[in-house]
């Protein structure tokens, strides 16, 4: 199972972007996906994630109303659109697959997941 992150880049505050995540040997449809960022000298934490219809999410408090997790089964892919962005939300994003299959939950812990893309920087200017 692999896990491509792409979209992160340098971005002023108060802009955006999106992020993608594409997943290969594993059909998502049948498992909840995450979010998740590393600041610098930070510990890793969920920002957001959403169930395996897309029909229901879940996001951390700094980023609700400005971040909007979605998912695309048919194209197996998971995306991260994040608005008004702040200096603080520089980190390396990651997106990882839930390990359990129809749990029915989106907010996650590390160690609820099972496989990991290898991130994508994103850096905030302020």
């Known amino acids: 199972v692999q896990l491509q992150a792409s979209g992160g880049g340098l971005v002023q505050t108060g802009g955006s972007l999106r992020l993608s995540c594409a997943v290969s040997?594993?059909?998502?449809?049948?498992?909840?996906m995450g979010w998740f960022r590393q600041a610098p000298g930070k510990e890793r934490e969920f920002v957001s994630g959403?169930?395996?219809?897309?029909?229901?999410?879940s996001y951390v408090d700094p980023v609700k109303g400005r971040f909007t997790i979605s998912r695309d089964n048919a194209k197996n892919t998971v995306y991260l659109l994040m608005n008004s962005l702040k200096p603080e939300d520089t980190a390396v994003y990651y997106c990882?697959?839930?390990?359990?299959?129809?749990?029915?939950?989106?907010?996650?812990?590390?160690?609820?997941?099972?496989?990991w893309g290898k991130g994508t920087l994103v850096t905030v200017s302020s």
């Open positions: 040997g594993r059909t998502i449809s049948n498992y909840g």
């Open positions: 959403i169930g395996r219809s897309g029909n229901s999410a």
């Open positions: 990882a697959i839930e390990r359990r299959t129809f749990s029915g939950a989106t907010y996650y812990s590390i160690k609820d997941m099972g496989y």
